[in-house]
């Protein structure tokens, strides 16, 4: 088998939101990043594609935030539902203090493959796709590097740190033998596509009724949609038939009950399995884990994506002294954790507290449907929505980037 050796001073497994983030962060401060990427091309479209209002920012502080914009996509300043047939504004953007007050809908392909493209500027920054990492390197106790499978052969990195940025399946996390603290989660979701017509509402939103939540987002020429299950319910559908599960669809939802057809096997629909998740500690000497890899989170907000890029920043803003000049130490680590630690514990807090006063309440198909009450405060108090708005789209604590410093 073919062999290539390489050396760097950090390591990404995974080219997602946080990995491609953090290694355009740490190029453009002169450390030499090298990012790998398991699949062939960013090109999946069960992946979530908003870009909250904090992620806007950061991209404005880069100074990426207007050429960012020429690429398609919605924007949406308060985020709606319907309730049965009441509607229900469940976060207003609008008045926050931000040069993007709103939530950019915008194929996730198209914002990593843009931050792939600002990367690829930088000499020292270098993106292998279809490489996997299967192994770590280590001596004695430290980890030194990482081993990768690609087409090729197997590729050795040798580096200074290894990031875990490869998602809630993280193999760096398994292979580093971090232990993981599961939460639970009372659902599943299934993603698929259906045709958008002339006429159709412009509007992204979703719709809760009785036994079944309905996400509908605009793509312009299609919906793509979010159908929230029950915990461990897709095997039960798919033996009950496509043809049932299509009936049941097009009666949830009037409004694509004339293309549900479109829909001709389970292949074109992807499974989601929700969890929620923490690692008790996020790094060992020689590696650290961010993102889905440090903390799954819930779909609930949609604010796995932009958490996830707050963890980059940070750990950009603490590591890059360091790493340039030779000093990385295990503490610096404990550093990024310890930073990101509360805003991680106060967002899954949240989103496990709807899975109990929400999410399970709608999902149980044997109990006559009333908006539940956290639906029925936000209809009531404007002043709530702006709440939801900043935690939704700013966070609990917000990153921002650091100016550059000279080498």
């Known amino acids: ?24 962060l740490l190029a453009r401060t002169g450390i030499d990043v090298i990012v790998l990427e398991k699949h062939a091309d960013f090109l999946r479209d069960f992946r979530g594609d908003t870009i909250h209002p904090s992620t806007l920012q950061v991209m404005h502080e880069l100074g990426f935030l207007d050429e960012l914009l020429n690429r398609p996509h919605q924007k949406v300043y308060r985020l709606k539902g319907y309730a049965g047939d009441s509607e229900v504004t469940i976060a207003d953007f609008s008045k926050l203090g931000v040069q993007a007050p709103y939530i950019a809908f915008m194929p996730q392909w198209d914002f990593l ?30 980890v030194t ?59 992204t939103f979703g719709r809760f009724l009785p036994g079944n939540i309905m996400i509908m987002i605009n793509r312009g020429e299609y919906w793509q949609c979010g159908y929230v299950i029950p915990k461990g319910r897709f095997e039960t559908l798919k033996q009950l038939g496509l043809a049932a599960f299509l009936e049941s669809l097009g009666r949830n939802a009037p409004l694509l009950k004339d293309r ?65 000049s030779g000093a990385l130490l295990t503490q610096h680590l404990a550093l990024v954790q310890k ?11 949240m989103q496990l507290f709807l899975h109990k006063r929400l999410i399970q309440k709608i999902l149980r198909e044997d109990k006559p449907f009333h908006p539940p009450l956290p639906l029925r405060l936000l209809n009531r108090f404007p002043m709530l929505r702006r709440v939801t708005g900043y935690i939704i789209g700013i966070g609990f604590r917000p990153e921002h980037i650091e100016a550059l410093k000279p080498p």
């Not at 903390?295 to 980059?312: F, R, W, Y």
């Open 1 to 24: 088998m073919n062999k290539e050796t390489l050396l760097t001073t950090c390591c990404i497994a995974g080219g997602g939101p946080a990995g491609m983030m953090l290694g355009l």
């Open 339 to 349: 930073r990101r630690i509360w805003p991680t514990r106060m967002t899954q807090r």
């Open 145 to 203: 590097g990482a081993i990768a499978k690609t087409p090729g052969g197997e590729i050795h990195i040798h580096s200074t740190l290894l990031i875990g940025a490869d998602g809630r399946e993280s193999n760096v996390r398994g292979l580093a033998g971090l232990q993981v603290h599961e939460y639970g989660a009372p659902m599943d979701a299934l993603w698929f596509r259906l045709s958008r017509l002339a006429g159709d509402p412009t509007d």
């Open 260 to 324: 549900v057809h479109e829909l001709k096997e389970w292949d074109q629909i992807k499974l989601l399995t929700v969890k929620v998740d923490r690692l008790e500690r996020w790094y060992r000497h020689g590696l650290l884990c961010i993102g889905d890899a440090a903390h799954a989170m819930s779909p609930v907000g949609g604010v796995g994506i932009n958490l996830a890029i707050q963890d980059a920043v940070a750990t950009a803003n603490l590591l890059a002294d360091p790493l340039r």
């Open 113 to 142: 493959n843009f931050i792939a493209e600002k990367a690829a500027n930088f000499p020292n920054f270098k993106l292998i796709m279809q490489a996997e990492v299967t192994a770590l390197i280590t001596t004695g106790a430290q």
